[in-house]
């Protein structure tokens, strides 16, 4: 089956940068995925990874290594509307094909 | 290009009713994803339609049913409605891996 494992909550600073964790196990590993939600909206696109490394997109970065089954969403230069849950998510093989399967979500609170 | 849209955004029902819900994705996206999510359970997969098949599901009672139109519209129905329905129900397209999500429908159950 598909298990992925993130923290609850994390607190930061703003200006800071933070680093949120993801681990994973899943069979025929096809991608993994980062969504920004806020609070009562839907899930917006961050970050794809399918190949081990990083990804660079403006202040947000992910990286993954698929060995380890480990991803991390690094966060610079916060800011308040970063204040977010951060979804990890990773598609893989289930029965009758491919799916995306979502962690339960890290909620970032970014303080003054 | 528009997003995912989502009708209606907001439903209040009561038990042992039913409920449909509509979906139109991406233009150009052929499949379409449904997930569940609350606030205990997170997002939960419910089940995916590409080319108007149902493609996988999710570990979701057979009330909860699907299906998809040849314009890849897509439709979901929950019948004799639980109080334990109440949630955001999301529909996301995409054309290849990446997941694009509408504004979701709330659903709340009396």
């Known amino acids: 089956g598909q298990n992925i494992d993130q923290p609850t909550e994390m607190t930061a600073t703003e200006g800071a940068i933070v680093q949120i964790n993801c681990t994973y196990q899943t069979s025929g590993f096809n991608g993994l995925f980062w969504y920004q939600q806020h609070a009562g909206e839907a899930p917006t696109f961050l970050s794809y990874?399918?190949l081990d490394g990083l990804e660079e997109k403006g202040r947000f970065s992910s990286f993954l290594s698929r060995s380890k089954g480990y991803s991390y969403l690094l966060l610079k230069e916060l800011q308040m509307k970063d204040s977010a849950s951060y979804l990890c998510?990773?598609?893989?093989w289930g029965t009758g094909g491919f799916k995306t399967i979502f962690g339960a979500g890290t909620r970032l609170f970014v303080k003054a | 290009k528009a997003g995912v849209t989502q009708t209606p955004r907001y439903l209040i029902k009561t038990r042992g009713q039913q409920v449909t819900l509509s979906c139109s994705p991406i233009?150009?996206?052929?499949?379409v994803s449904w997930y569940q999510q609350t606030p205990g359970q997170g997002l939960q997969f419910l089940f995916e339609?590409?080319?108007?098949?149902?493609?996988n599901k999710g570990n979701f009672p057979g009330r909860f049913s699907g299906r998809q139109f040849s314009n890849s519209r897509s439709e979901m129905n929950v019948s004799t409605l639980e109080l334990g329905d109440s949630a955001l129900y999301l529909c996301?397209?995409?054309?290849?891996?990446?997941?694009?999500f509408g504004p979701g429908t709330r659903l709340l159950v009396l």
């Open positions: 990874n399918v």
């Open positions: 998510a990773v598609r893989g």
């Open positions: 339609y590409f080319s108007e098949t149902q493609r």
């Open positions: 233009s150009g996206h052929r499949s």
């Open positions: 996301a397209s995409s054309s290849e891996e990446t997941q694009y």
